[in-house]
């Protein structure tokens, strides 16, 4: 059973672009999160989403927005980006109900901004 | 909001000792609390989680318990290997969402 897979694994994008993220989770799972992890903060949560409704958001700007679509997988969106965007984000999986159930983590995108 | 902190940030232990890392939540809505690991360059992996009408869990050489008076729950690790060695993350969520909050992480270093 595949795992939950992000993609790309990698970028490198400059100031004020933007930037497009994606999470396919695991096989028959439709709730999909989306974390920031950094050294200072540590793993911070962005959004929660379930059958296509954001759930629930985190403490982060405007600029971070994310999208659940039919098939489950997800993307987030982070526009206008800044130096401190620097993170690697993290999404994942649970299982078929919208809470109760373990989460499983990608390997995550490593996202850089210079 | 939810707050959940955790101590040490840095334990180191010598091969075959124990190892135990504490968490306190302050949301009392919270009734699901997971441990990852997290090896370098790696992804947070769950080992073990436990449910707030449980008090204990243990699974091999790890086990978790939970006081829900005082908030607390704690990870135990026996006959520590150095395979062991990484930065683990307690967590809790609140029933019916997905967001995890989490601690500030402990890094684990077992010397042989």
Redo the contacts between chains.
Sequence with gaps: KAGVTQTPRYLIKTRGQQVTLSCSPISGHRSVSWYQQTPGQGLQFLFEYFSETQRNKGNFPGRFSGRQFSNSRSEMNVSTLELGDSALYLCASSGKGAGDTEAFFGQGTRLTVV | ?ENVEQHPSTLSVQEGDSAVIKCTYSDSASN?F?W?KQELG?????II?IRSNVGEKKDQRIAVTLNKTAKHFSLHITETQPEDSAVY?C?A?????????????TRLLVSP
């Design positions: 909001g699901y997971p990852y790696k992804r947070p992996q769950l989680d993350f967590a969520r609140r029933g019916g969402f997905q967001k995890l909050v989490f601690g500030t992480g």
